[in-house]
């Protein structure tokens, strides 16, 4: 079973953002309101997530370090209709087989939770121990028993500027929760957490940016459209200045972009990006997320109907609140 974690660990854990990453992506699905991320040495000294969610009941804060022990899955049936982020029951494992964890968590505000040390995926303390009511994970000392893999890390400031950049379009994805990032005791951005998109945009751009960008909104039978799409003064030179966020999930889709920028380059003849954020909302039995191991890329059914509509939609707004 050691071996299946370092082989998943392969697979899951790359770098410090993918530890970032699997780690929100969980306090996300723990319903938490306020995630704080602390890194020091980009990720690869400590990685630090505290949010204030459900938490662990003391008979499950250790098998969610053994493999497949999602909680998220009831039946086979739900992995057509996924809601939450997580629900392969891998990443834990993977991480703890690669670092130094440590954990704290109570699923309730009596004061007292539980207190876990694992090193290399070998638990070395479970006890109870006082804690507020969520989860706080520190992950230390990353690859330390795969110095082939820590050989792959790039700069310290490559490795946050992974992490910044994820975590950007997590709070993007999700204006109604709290985020907060600090590297080596210094923050770097956070949000309020009070839903409102264009103040995430601000906060994490500036608000001179949030100020340049058009409100996106309608509706189809089969999805609603929301977001934010920048007005040609604010173009980037790369198409990753567009974030796809599919049911308040950060999602990776090639298509979906080139659709908005099919749609934006048609009116305005760039050769640069728009910044900006297409947010969709469908049924979960419209998309398949089981495609991509990292589980950020998507495929749609209806796919060109879905296309056709975010490249109408973002013409519509650019016709009547830019040109
Ligand atoms: P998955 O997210 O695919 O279920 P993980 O390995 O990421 O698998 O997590 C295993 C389990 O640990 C989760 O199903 C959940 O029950 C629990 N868990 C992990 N992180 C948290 C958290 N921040 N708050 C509450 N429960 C958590
Ligand atoms: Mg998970």
């Not at 230390?140 to 790039?154: D, E, G, I, Q, V």
Request: proline share 4%; net charge neutral.
């Amino acid at each position: 079973d050691h071996i299946a974690n370092q082989i998943a660990a392969g697979e899951v854990v790359e770098r410090p953002s993918s530890v970032v990453k699997e780690l929100v992506e969980n306090s996300i699905d723990a319903g938490s309101t306020k995630i704080d991320v602390s890194i020091e040495e980009g990720g690869l000294e400590l990685i630090r997530v505290a949010d204030n969610g459900s938490g662990m009941e003391a008979d499950d804060c250790e098998t969610a370090f053994e493999r497949h022990a999602t909680s998220k899955i009831a039946t086979g049936r739900d992995l057509y209709q996924i809601r939450t982020l997580g629900f392969r029951g891998e990443a834990l494992p993977s991480i703890a087989a690669v670092s130094k964890v440590e954990l704290l968590t109570a699923a309730s505000s009596s004061g007292l939770g539980r207190k876990l040390v694992i090193e290399g995926g070998n638990v070395l303390l479970h006890e109870e121990s006082r804690a507020p009511k969520g989860t706080d994970i520190q992950v230390k000392s990353l690859f330390y028993n795969t110095p082939a893999r820590l050989k792959y890390m790039k700069t310290i400031q490559t490795e946050v500027g992974h992490v910044t950049d994820y975590l950007y379009r997590l709070a993007m994805s999700q204006p109604q929760i709290s985020f907060s990032l600090k590297h080596n005791g210094k923050m770097l951005f956070q949000t309020l957490g009070n839903g409102d998109l264009l103040q995430v945009i601000a906060a994490i751009y500036g608000p001179q940016t949030a100020k340049l960008m058009v409100k996106l909104e309608a509706d189809h039978p089969d999805y609603s459209l929301t977001g934010y799409v920048g007005k040609p003064e604010l173009t980037r030179a790369n198409r990753s200045a567009l974030t796809t966020v599919i049911n308040g999930r950060y999602i990776r889709s090639y298509g979906l972009v080139s659709a908005a920028l099919q749609g934006y380059h048609t009116l305005l003849p760039l050769h640069r990006f728009p910044l900006g954020v297409i947010q969709l909302q469908m049924e979960p039995s419209l998309i398949d997320v089981n495609v991509h191991p990292a589980k950020l890329e998507v495929r749609f059914s209806k796919e060109q109907e879905l296309y056709r509509f975010v490249e109408e939609q973002v013409k519509r707004v650019l016709r009547t609140q830019v040109l």
